[in-house]
């Protein structure tokens, strides 16, 4: 059955088309996401669920879509979705990051200019019947310093624009490496010396607990005497109450304001101040940004739910179309041997240490770490899956660690894992085949080469004479066919491991019976 995806705000048509040209059903309902009580009504229906801003996704919401893979916000804000609900769910979120950032740039230049010359009020002032020249100095731009406070991918094309209009730019953001500020051309400061030197301040940053009122009242104050303020990223970067006071006091001589910590902004401490200019948020809204954010949005549900390519999500590692279908044998690989070690894991698990190497530690392993993650836990939690792994793992205090190697030893690649529980710590590695079946050609260090298959036993025993046609009796009489065997030991007569493929499940009687041969030290059923 084809997947199922639900458009519950307002897209662009030729999105809805993208969805059908790849195969999948879709259900256009526009005005859904303002009737909570229809859209929770539903929504179990659906794989897909394709938003904007007016549909909320809400831990309640996310409850009754037994079936929800993935939500796909067109656009870069996702303040409207639970993103730790969705994640402890399974539900990939993903948003649209590049399609509106020319937009967004170009808005925030526009009130720079609109500030620097008092464009709104010289053009209501003029259309008023007045000509009032001289109320209206302004400041050139030319030759001032502009300071951006983050300078990621909306920031970066603003810092281009500034230095396209001879403006000296300076930015603060702890991520923005000396070789990506040569590259930008701009100046890495600390926030303090952007707050001292710029003439220009405009912000492009997330709103996280560490960004909140970044321009607080001591930072405004910290700021040089005439400096204009734009804000088109996020409401709540900038105290509001103290900006108006600085505004009013004439330290700050103008502001931009696209954004408000209360949206929708029909009241606001910075309205009504003459040297203010304020736009309901409009950072995207041209009629290319909402095309662009619709079609990038429909191709990246599209892929994820035909291809298994994941791109722009914010709670799982991104895997392109190109790298999927090399990466999904060793996806596969990596969960069956979390699996594996999960079913075999009976006291607490503390730590898990992922090793790669060969040609596998130049893939995705962060992806592979998922999948492998999922597999150990799923045992115990039925519902984790890749998406939610990573963090129930990190919920429960369990260490994750991934150590790449690029040099090939035995095999092209090989991924080992490792757990460590309260009392001990235990080892499978396996690799991909070029048949493309996932093999386990290692455990707890003993060499051997294992198909998987859905029912297995796993036997760890003393290297006698007898064992492997003890085994075959009882399984015989219990007519349980042995479709695969593979054995390995550490030495003759020392311990050794047989993992054997079964048709059919095993009964207590048939394990019991198996426990009980000679030198039999530990027997497991295992089911993949």
């Not at 996932?438 to 025993?461: C, H, W």
């Not at 009882?474 to 020392?494: C, D, H, Q, S, W």
Request: net charge neutral.
């Amino acid at each position: 059955m084809a997947p199922r995806v639900l458009i519950s705000d307002s897209l662009s048509p030729t999105a809805v088309q993208i969805f059908k040209d790849r195969g999948l059903e879709v259900d256009y309902q526009p005005n859904l996401g303002k009737d909570k009580d229809k859209l929770a009504e539903i929504i179990g229906n659906y794989d897909g669920l394709a938003i904007r801003s007016a549909t909320k996704v809400t831990a309640k919401l996310l409850e009754k879509a037994p079936r929800l893979k993935v939500v796909g916000r067109a656009g870069i804000g996702v303040d409207n979705v639970d993103i730790p609900a969705a994640t402890a769910r399974g539900v990939i979120v993903m948003n649209t990051p590049f399609g509106n950032s020319i937009t967004t740039a170009e808005h925030a230049v526009a009130l720079m200019f609109a500030t620097a010359r008092d464009i709104p009020a010289a053009d209501a002032s003029t259309q008023a019947g007045k000509w009032e020249k001289n109320r209206f100095m302004g400041v050139e731009i030319t030759g001032k310093t502009l300071g951006i406070i983050g300078c990621g991918n909306i920031g970066s094309i603003v810092a281009d624009r500034g230095i396209g209009l001879r403006m000296r730019v300076i930015a603060f953001d702890p991520f923005l490496t000396p070789e990506r500020a040569m590259e930008l051309g701009v100046e890495k400061v600390d926030l303090d010396e952007l707050l001292r030197r710029a003439d220009f301040i405009t912000l492009h940053t997330p709103l996280t607990d560490k960004t909140r009122n970044i321009l607080s009242a001591e930072n405004i104050a910290k700021t040089r005497k005439g400096v204009r303020i734009i804000n088109c990223a996020r409401g709540g970067l900038v105290d509001e109450a103290a900006l108006r006071a600085a505004l009013d006091s004439g330290h700050v001589a103008g502001a931009g304001f696209d954004v408000f910590v209360e949206e929708p902004a029909t009241a606001n401490p910075l309205f009504g101040h003459p040297n203010v200019v304020c736009t309901p948020h409009l950072g995207a809204s041209t009629t290319e940004a909402q095309e662009n954010v619709a079609l990038q949005v429909a191709e990246q549900m599209s892929d994820y739910l035909t291809k298994g390519a994941v791109q722009n999500a914010l709670n799982m590692p991104s895997i392109s179309a190109e790298e999927a279908p090399k990466l999904t044998p060793f996806v596969k690989l990596a969960e069956l041997l979390g699996s594996f070690a999960g079913q075999l894991t009976e006291t607490g698990l503390v730590g898990v240490r992922l090793e790669y190497e060969g040609e596998v530690a130049k893939m995705n392993t962060r992806a592979l770490t998922a999948a492998a993650l999922a597999g150990l836990m799923k045992p115990l939690m039925d519902s984790v899956n890749m998406v939610s792994a990573p963090a129930v793992a990190k919920d429960r205090g369990i260490a994750v660690e991934e150590v790449r190697r690029d040099d090939q030893r035995t095999f092209d690649s090989l991924l080992r894992l490792t757990i460590k529980t309260e009392r001990q710590e235990r080892a499978v590695a396996g690799t991909v085949f070029s048949d493309g079946k996932p093999r386990i050609v290692e455990i707890k260090g003993i060499q051997m080469d294992a198909e998987f298959q859905p029912s297995m036993l796993y036997v760890t025993n003393k290297d006698k004479p007898g064992f492997i046609g003890n085994l075959g009796t009882v399984l015989g009489k219990a007519e349980i066919n042995i479709a695969t065997f593979a054995v390995g030991r550490t030495a003759p007569g020392e311990d050794a491991i047989a993992l054997i493929g079964v048709d059919g499940v095993p009964g207590d009687d048939v394990i019991a019976a198996v426990g009980k041969l000679p030198n039999v030290l530990q027997v497991k059923p295992l089911r993949f």
